[in-house]
């Protein structure tokens, strides 16, 4: 619903104080990762990046500092020739992620963009997430069932049970209650 994808059925939603009603998906200040990343196998990485841009018709100048820059937040600088099928799932992921930034929106929309790494490669990139999310300083909403990803990544979580939001807490509160929670259907960061 926030990236425009569905309607809401009730209720209404704003991003920075602008009311989202009636405005389409591809008019709206978000961005989204997916859980597959959907990286384009036959573009390399600066390609990839730039491909939201070629709407906005910038000059080839200003489309190449902008790509350099994203991909300079998500640590490939120097990656850009590479092909798709040359990259490790956490530099795919991180070029879902530079390829969603490179649009500059007020919202990022992740959903579960960590659920096809490996334990090791999920808390290293849980501390990027969240270094990336300071640096940038746009907002971050998470999508995960995973209770402990939510709270090493979150400064608000939203527990969800049946499509309608049960709880909503600030991380310091939440960790203290971990112990004590249900695991959540799905939680929002």
Excluded: C, W
């Excluded at 939603?13 to 009311?19: F, L, M």
């Excluded at 798709?84 to 929309?109: I, Y």
């Excluded at 310091?172 to 929670?181: F, I, Q």
């Amino acid at each position: 619903m926030i990236a425009g994808f569905d309607t809401p059925t009730s209720g209404s939603i704003a991003v920075d104080g602008q009311p989202m009603d009636g405005i389409p998906a591809n008019r709206r200040p978000t961005n989204m990762v997916f859980q597959s990343y959907a990286i384009f196998p036959h573009l390399n990485v600066e390609q990839n990046v730039a491909y939201g841009l070629k709407r906005l018709k910038l000059d080839v100048g200003e489309e190449k500092r902008r790509v350099e820059e994203a991909l300079a937040q998500v640590s490939l600088t120097g990656l850009g020739k590479r092909r798709a099928t040359e990259l490790s799932g956490g530099q795919r992921q991180r070029v879902a992620l530079a390829r969603a930034l490179v649009m500059r929106p007020k919202v990022l929309l992740l959903d579960e963009p960590l659920s096809a790494l490996d334990k090791k490669l999920r808390e290293q990139m849980q501390v990027e997430l969240r270094r990336l999310q300071q640096a940038v300083g746009i907002t971050f909403v998470l999508v995960t069932h995973d209770q402990y990803e939510a709270l090493a990544m979150s400064d608000r979580i939203a527990v969800m049970f049946g499509g309608r939001i049960a709880q909503v807490a600030s991380r310091r509160k939440s960790t203290s209650a971990r112990s004590t929670a249900r695991s959540p259907t799905s939680s929002a960061a």
